[in-house]
């Protein structure tokens, strides 16, 4: 049999980069571990712990269940989308104006921007990205032909977007701003204020404002806006706000993916439309399980951010002193690497391959070299991204012991 295919291949999938944590993974996979020196990964943004066995055990229970084996409406099971809106008003204070109607849930979080993206924007259009950006985000659009414009963000701005940067690239053919908060990859975490001044650009510019908060949880401050909150009797959020939600973060299950878009029923009327297509209906045993439990898994999740938030303290004070932070917050860390003239995935090439830490260089997260139509204001090659959330203290201090042995060991010249 040839090796060549006999048909071409879409434009949209030859234009769009690799899954890249697949690449980390290939440098780890050369490195040879011991027991004195296993593998140290905190690069996939991975749960360290399973969910509460009370979970577990429902999980197990409802997908032996006859419901589970049959579909659900396009949009999810009613008692899970009102556990929800339910469970919001915790998050977000008790005036939170979402109801179930406001709800469809998605096979994870990633389905959820691919619909809401479908449901807004043609081949021709452009979404405005903070970077360094999330790469699916930009893998969804670029797939789907819509330009994804980077709008630059700053180390001496701890990574968070300017609203008046981000006015100057709305262009008439701007269909939406996406954010991420708390953000992957760097960890910055959006002021109150500074969301309810993006929701004013997006509502002056007649655009929709997607905001991410896949690790809202992990934000001890609670709540971490009040946008659903109303202001007045003529301004709602569902004018412009779209929101998305994982659940694989927060309950610590990323393999039964199920996620969320809370947004105007207006809108929702043709994203559950896109998810007819694509999905049929969200995996049922885990919203058939959860949906009775969602508010006695509060403590759990509360704990678990406590527990991680510790542990950022604990990374930040053992990194040797030339890695610099520049912004923490949810399950990532963005650090600055100490060796001159090189770039991050160089750095995370060995130190995979070396020293046994995988990380994700943010590399990754940006435009590549040379394609970059913004102004590169930030340097950006030199960051790496740590998700904290994986590995539990003992590991974060010998990841910190091993970025201290590079220094020598790669021989490299380093920053003073
Ligand atoms: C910002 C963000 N959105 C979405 C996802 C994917 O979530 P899900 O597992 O629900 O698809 C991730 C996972 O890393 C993420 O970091």
């Known amino acids: 049999m040839g090796s060549k295919l006999g048909f071409k291949l879409s434009r949209g999938v030859l234009n769009t980069m690799s899954p890249p944590i697949s690449t980390a993974y290939k440098w780890a996979s050369l490195y040879r571990p011991n027991p004195g020196r296993p593998l140290l990964d905190m690069s996939q943004g991975i749960p360290g712990v399973l969910p509460p066995v009370t979970l577990q055990t429902a999980v197990g229970k409802a997908a032996s269940s006859p419901e589970s084996f049959g579909y659900c409406s396009p949009d999810g099971e009613p008692a899970m989308k009102r556990a929800l809106a339910e469970e919001m008003k915790v998050c977000y204070g008790p005036n939170t104006d979402v109801t179930a109607d406001d709800i469809s849930l998605t096979a994870g979080c990633n389905l959820a921007f691919v619909a809401t993206i479908m449901s807004l924007a043609d081949a021709g259009d452009e979404v405005i990205l903070p970077v360094p950006w999330y790469f699916n985000h930009q893998m969804d659009l670029t797939l789907l032909g819509i330009k994804p414009v980077p709008l630059q963000t700053l180390p001496e701005d701890g990574f968070t977007p300017s609203v008046e940067r981000c006015c100057s690239l709305i262009t008439s053919k701007t269909r939406a701003i996406a954010l991420v908060t708390p953000n992957n990859p760097t960890g910055a975490i959006y002021s109150p204020s500074l969301l309810a001044a993006f929701t004013d650009l997006a509502r002056k510019h007649n655009i929709a404002l997607i905001i991410d908060e896949t690790y809202r949880d992990f934000i001890l401050t609670v709540p971490p806006h009040s946008l659903f909150t109303p202001s007045s009797p003529l301004c709602s959020w569902r004018s412009n706000i779209i929101h998305l939600f994982s659940f694989s973060k927060s309950y610590c299950l990323p393999g039964h993916r199920l996620g969320a878009i809370i947004a105007s029923p207006l809108v929702l009327k043709k994203v559950n439309t896109v998810l007819d297509c694509i999905q049929i209906c969200p995996p049922r045993p885990l919203q058939l399980a959860l949906s009775s439990l969602l508010p006695t898994i509060r403590p759990f999740i509360h ?39 090189i770039s991050s995935l160089e750095v995370s090439k060995r130190l995979a391959m070396e020293i046994g830490v995988i990380t994700l ?30 590995v539990d203290d003992e590991k974060v201090k010998k990841v910190c012991e091993r970025l201290g042995e590079s220094e020598t060991a790669f021989g490299w010249v380093l920053e003073d």
């Open 361 to 390: 260089p943010s590399t990754f997260f940006c435009e590549e070299e040379g394609q970059a139509e913004a102004e590169i204001v930030w340097d950006q090659g030199r960051w790496i991204r740590f998700s904290v959330a994986n």
């Open 303 to 341: 704990e678990t951010a406590i527990a991680i938030r510790n542990r950022h303290a604990l990374f930040r004070d053992s990194l040797p002193p030339r890695w610099k932070v520049g912004a923490q917050g949810g399950y990532f860390a963005f650090v600055r690497h100490p060796f001159i003239g």
